[in-house]
């Protein structure tokens, strides 16, 4: 019997996951394809008809990865069904992926926890040029996989995390959403990027490819990312380390500094068995957000497509099962909905007082952060490592008199 992933939506209990765990087993390119569901939306009605226009664009993970290949399946839907466009615009980091997005560029971004520090100003967010970011989410993609863990080469013997201790642990170079994930998962063993060697490659790709070619012993991604299956049939191999929730230590370490990291057990990816799963941890990945200006309808109308014609592209891509309406954790958001998603989650019956009061206290933080920002900027120093070490500061003095989590061990 397959074992379901398991999403803990409030402080780890250790007692409740081993429960739980016992009881149940570069360039842009248009897309085109796949079926309808038509039990909810009209045969293929236009693109007006949502208020959507002829082409909308994302950014994403690059070519060859999960959430990559999930756009293109989600965009076969609009092009094949509605006549939509969608333009998928790989990015090769955290900063390009959401540096499109801001410059209006694309209009929403398929990615990871970057949303969640262009949101807090903080990591590459923290330079001049960023600062806390009105970001907003519209879906978050749950699989049966997971979003981030540590692959290492299985030629190495390392089988737990201990014995991470003192071996290649790749670095990508502008993506501090990868790296801050290894860091975390480090911080489980208790250790840190002192007790490891540091292998600096300059993309995600890169990372898994530093690992096949013998440079590094150790690469972060999602569990069921394509990369990976070049890992697992090369001739040195791929093994998972895991991640047992029965070390609350370790868990409450990692979500210290990644609360929206939840431990899981993830059936989906190369080198995991379905019938055991692993233990690990994930979160959204990808989470599509958008800016809070974005188009409300163009949202209402990409958020209904992906919720309504999930059966038609649930085994299109890896991961992209996780899309799934009734599994998108709205009470336990770190980034506030766009209001647009908020009116299709309302028609349907999803919105609860739950998410309403996670919504309102999501928003509130945005707004601490953004006026914190605007207080920063006069008096702020010129020279760039002053003036991000000062805003990082001020940032963490505003949310700790306002009672908010800092997120101080994520900076």
């Not at 090769?92 to 807090?120: C, K």
């Not at 690469?219 to 001739?235: H, K, T, Y």
Request: some cysteine; charged content about 20%.
């Amino acid at each position: 019997m397959l074992r379901p992933a398991t999403i803990f939506a409030q402080p780890w209990q250790p007692a409740l996951a081993t429960l739980l765990r016992r009881a149940s087993a570069a360039g842009i390119m248009a897309v085109a394809l796949s079926a309808c569901n038509t039990e909810e939306l009209p045969e293929n009605p236009p693109a007006g008809q949502l208020n959507m226009p002829q082409t909308v664009a994302w950014s994403a993970y690059p070519t060859g990865t999960g959430g990559y290949s999930q756009a293109v399946a989600i965009g076969n839907i609009l092009q094949r069904q509605y006549g939509v466009n969608l333009r998928v615009v790989p990015g090769r980091n955290d900063v390009s992926r959401l540096a499109t997005l801001n410059a209006g560029r694309v209009n929403m971004s398929a990615g990871g926890s970057e949303a969640v520090y262009a949101q807090e100003g903080i990591l590459n967010f923290a330079a001049r040029i960023w600062g806390p970011q009105p970001i907003r989410a519209i879906l978050s993609n749950f699989s049966t996989s997971c979003s981030f863990s540590l692959a290492t080469a299985a030629d190495v013997e390392i089988r737990t995390v201990d014995d991470i201790r003192g071996k290649r642990v790749t670095f990508v170079q502008g993506a501090p959403s990868l790296n801050n994930a290894t860091t975390a998962l480090l911080a489980y063993a208790g250790l840190t990027w002192d007790d490891v060697e540091m292998v600096e490659v300059g993309g995600y790709n890169a990372s898994i490819d530093a690992v096949i070619n013998d440079r590094a012993d150790i690469a972060g991604g999602a569990c069921n990312s394509p990369p990976f299956m070049r890992l697992d049939s090369s001739p040195r191999g791929l093994y998972w380390v895991e991640f047992p929730p029965e070390n609350a230590e370790g868990v409450q370490r990692v979500r210290d500094r990644l609360p929206w990291y939840v431990p899981h057990v993830a059936t989906e990816g190369p080198a995991i068995d379905p019938e055991e799963g692993i233990e690990v941890f994930t979160s959204a990945y990808p989470l599509l957000v958008a800016m809070e200006d974005l188009d409300p309808d163009m949202v209402y109308g990409i958020a209904k497509v992906i919720a309504v014609h999930y059966d038609d592209y649930k085994t299109s891509a890896p991961g992209a099962n996780g899309w799934r309406i009734n599994g998108q954790q709205l009470e336990n958001a770190f980034i506030p909905y766009h209001e647009g998603a908020i009116r299709y989650f309302k028609e349907i019956g999803i919105w609860t007082e739950e998410a309403e009061a996670k919504q309102q206290e999501n928003l509130f933080r945005q707004q601490v952060l953004m006026d914190a920002w605007q207080e920063y900027l006069p008096g702020a120093p010129e020279d760039r490592a002053a003036f991000e070490a000062g805003w990082l500061a001020h940032r963490e003095q505003a949310l700790a008199a306002r009672g908010l989590i800092t997120l101080s061990d994520t900076q």
